[in-house]
């Protein structure tokens, strides 16, 4: 069919600046429905975070506005406010252009989470109006931007106090919705406590007159971190082991920490993390992990007689089954899969957390025999189940292949599947 359409030099078209943010939103943040508006508050959440790993930051405070707006205030450093080489000041670089930030310099951060092609940036183009304040050099500063156009920075009272306050009111022209869920924030808040040790974060929601007059807020900070987490995945369970394993090492460029336990249940629960981003989707880290599980405890068995010669290996289902672990990692270079960072992608990670688990593993098993025959007996049940359940499968398989109809009266299904070796008597008389 004939089309009266060109396309020809006039047809290309270039988005500038944050243009393409709003055109294409959903390749920056995921989507434009509730996953995505709150993925706008974990970008500021993020960099309030990496102030803390980078040993600047000591809390983090988010709210969540009567009007619909969020603020999220932290005790960093506070972005910089001098003139930028650009000729604009450096706080209205960091909000209006993409891929600017202090996470490309390994000097201001050795490892971030609050970066990956999108940024705070992505924040105030998405947003109807983004308010920044800064405690910073001495002086209050402060700055407006009325959809990502900015005003004028203002220079305000002296103070000795050091940190950033942004809020911002997502454009309800973009989101499917602009109403945030408090449980999915706090959550988050949660997720970030555990995987920073000593960091507090809270939250406090002012969307409803009671709630605002209370001035209540929910403060997530645990001592012990990922000991902590798995303590929480567990709260329901029941333990088959006292104590919580958990322990550190490093590679070149990588920090690497997990925790984990064992309990009675029959469902696996392993969560891994990115420079404290929650990578749903795994990755690298999560499959060295797994190697080294597996590994690990085939040999400990085979070492200590529980598995025969000609038993096969346990699998890693096996294993898992019961199994809480928090694995998370810090990598100074992160290659995530996908804008909104679900999966680790960086080969390095794999053979790093490999060999930690192997190396940490390998000792708590030999340090902790009673604990590790418990654990043991655990999945050997496991594996027994697994194959008996095998067995009635293929059996049922069998029996839907060659029965016609059942058997009837004294005849018996032979229980050999070798046509050469099996027979049927036919009887006759009253004695049959």
Request: hydrophobic share 35%; with cysteine; aromatic share 6%.
């Amino acid at each position: 069919m004939a089309t009266s359409n060109t396309y020809g030099a006039e047809s290309i078209t270039i988005l500038e600046g944050l243009d393409v943010v709003r055109k294409r939103p959903g390749m920056y943040i995921g989507s434009t429905g509730e996953r995505g508006l709150h993925h706008m508050i974990w970008e500021v959440v993020d960099n309030a975070v990496d102030e803390a790993m980078a040993g600047h930051a000591g809390r983090v405070d988010v709210t969540l506005l009567p009007d619909g707006g969020v603020e999220v205030v932290d005790d960093g450093r506070g972005i910089p406010v001098a003139q930028h080489a650009t000729g604009i000041p450096t706080v209205d670089v960091v909000m209006t252009q993409l891929h600017a930030g202090g996470k490309f310099d390994s000097d201001s951060y050795s490892v971030s989470g609050g970066l990956h092609g999108v940024g705070v940036s992505v924040v105030n183009a998405l947003s109807t109006r983004l308010e920044v304040e800064i405690w910073r050099d001495g002086h209050a500063w402060s700055q407006t931007y009325d959809h990502s156009v900015p005003g004028v920075l203002a220079k305000g009272a002296p103070t000795s106090r050091t940190g950033t306050r942004v809020r911002f009111w997502a454009d309800g022209d973009i989101f499917e919705t602009t109403t945030y869920s408090a449980e999915t924030v706090a959550r988050r808040l949660q997720e970030m406590a555990f995987l920073n040790r000593g960091l507090t974060l809270t939250l406090g929601d002012l969307r409803t007159p009671e709630s605002a007059e209370a001035g209540d807020r929910r403060t997530f900070h645990y001592a012990d971190g990922l000991v902590d987490f798995v303590a929480h995945l567990n709260r329901s369970k029941e333990p088959i082991q006292p104590s919580i394993v958990g322990f550190a090492g490093a590679g070149p460029g990588i920090e690497v920490e997990v925790a984990m336990q064992w309990n009675a249940g029959y469902s696996e629960s392993v969560h891994t993390f990115a420079n404290t981003i929650n990578t749903h989707e795994g990755g690298t880290h999560e499959e060295g992990f797994r190697a080294a599980l597996t590994s690990v405890v085939n040999k400990y068995a085979r070492d200590k007689k529980l598995l025969r010669d000609k038993d096969p290996n346990l699998t890693g289902d096996d294993i898992r089954e019961g199994l809480a672990a928090v694995i998370s990692v810090k990598v100074a270079e992160p290659q995530f899969e996908g804008q909104t960072k679900t999966r680790l992608g960086n080969a390095e990670v794999r053979s790093c957390v490999q060999k930690v688990c192997h190396d940490k593993l390998t000792h708590w098993f030999e340090a902790n025999p009673a604990e590790a025959k418990t654990v043991l007996t655990k999945i050997r049940s496991s594996a027994h189940a697994r194959l008996a359940a095998r067995k009635a499968r293929e059996l049922v398989r069998r029996k839907s292949a060659t029965d016609i109809g059942g058997l009837p009266g004294k005849l018996a299904d032979c229980r050999s599947t070798d046509p050469s070796k099996s027979e049927l008597y036919v009887v006759e008389g009253d004695s049959a």
